[in-house]
């Protein structure tokens, strides 16, 4: 039988396959052990230019999404890190991004849903045993915070005993377990400052998500530079006032169309109180269209999709959820998913968009 040349090409990728399959536990384990030091010594923060950013660590909403977990959006300015909302995986996802959770410097709270405080009890463990913190990370939030930071507290003191017993002060101080609350109020058709420190300020603005009180938005301004987070809400006014010439608008989205499609699931299976519970929550979100009047209302170069309902599993649907956007706004619009990343430095007028999975 003769060989000809492809027979003797997949002969030698098939003996070259074999070997690296005889050899896939050492060569796993040096793999292993450069990535582990490298990302152990790293500090992504000094490779990003100066200005504001945006870490997608949770684009998703209660609906289970394998590309986005519970609402999280990382907001670095300059070198200080703030996370808005703490949905299921923010912990892992910022770690993912190479982001390290020990040094945030703030966490702030759009309303108290549970999606948007699932990923708490696990941001706080490793935001205090990453960088041995000797004091609470700071939690912001409209009435009803310091209720929801003393139950994780609660919830978590047993825990704050064992990791001390077992590590040692010097390595997790008892001091720096754990979160402190910090309430604001907003006022109607306001924007409060409730944050401001080295060239970041933070204002907090009401939303309409009735029959949930208080919730509000966020805007974060460095440099120059500025992005809004409308957090849950109807379409609101109080966004498009709050958004009006920043740069990225980050509005929560939910298409309706798809919406009646699990309506109707649920009621072909005869699952009538799930069916309810589909329609009820149409009430108290924004559709893709409507976010994106608001974001020519307010005149923004960029808008970011987030809170993605529901789950898009099929790369088609899309399309579907973006279907009329184009026609109500002219810049950039992205749906977003976990690990997207959007720069903007300062002093410019760029926004630079890249994936960090
Ligand atoms: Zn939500
Ligand atoms: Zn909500």
Redesign the pocket.
């Known amino acids: 039988m003769r060989i000809g040349k492809l027979g003797s090409a997949l002969i030698v990728v098939a003996l070259f396959a074999g070997s690296l399959y005889a050899f896939r536990e050492p060569i796993s384990m040096a793999v292993a052990k450069r990535v582990t030091a490298q990302r152990m010594a790293s500090n992504p923060l000094k490779d990003l230019p100066d200005g504001l950013h945006i870490a997608v660590c949770g684009a998703g ?2 609906m289970p999404d394998e590309k986005r977990g ?2 999280c959006t990382l907001i670095i300015a300059g070198q200080q890190l703030f996370v808005f ?1 703490a949905g299921n995986a923010s912990a892992r996802n910022i770690n993912k991004m190479g982001f390290n959770p020990g040094l945030i410097d703030g966490i702030f709270l759009t ?1 108290f ?1 549970s ?2 405080i699932d990923g708490m009890g696990e941001l706080l463990l490793q935001r205090w045993v990453s960088n041995s913190n000797s004091q609470p990370v700071k939690v912001y939030g409209p009435e009803g915070v310091d209720t929801v930071v003393n139950g994780f507290m609660q919830a978590y003191s047993l825990d704050q005993g064992y990791r001390v017993a077992h590590h040692g002060e010097a390595i997790v101080p008892r001091s720096g377990f754990g979160a402190q609350a910090v309430r604001f109020n907003t006022q109607p058709f306001e924007t409060s400052l409730v944050f401001e420190a080295q060239d970041t300020q933070i204002h907090a603005f009401s939303v309409a998500h009735a029959p949930i009180h208080p919730a509000v938005g966020y805007k974060i301004s460095y440099k120059g530079r500025s992005i809004v987070i409308s957090g ?1 809400t109807t379409p609101s006014v109080h966004v498009a006032k709050a958004a009006a010439g920043a740069d990225v608008l980050i509005h ?1 989205a939910m298409s309706m169309e798809l919406m009646q499609l699990l309506q109707e699931g649920a009621k072909t299976a005869k699952r009538d109180k799930l069916e309810q519970i589909m329609k009820d929550i149409t009430d108290y979100h924004t559709s893709p269209v409507q976010a994106a009047e608001i974001a020519q209302q307010a005149q923004v170069s960029f808008l970011l999709l987030h ?1 993605i309902a529901p789950p898009l599993p099929l790369p088609g649907l899309v399309e579907v959820f973006l279907k009329g956007t184009k026609d109500a706004f002219k810049g950039t619009i992205q749906v977003a998913k976990d690990g997207d990343f959007l720069s903007l430095p300062a002093g410019q007028k760029t926004i630079k968009t890249s994936q960090r999975f």
């Open positions: 909403s209660p519970g609402p909302d309303h849903h999606d948007h849950d929560e809170h």
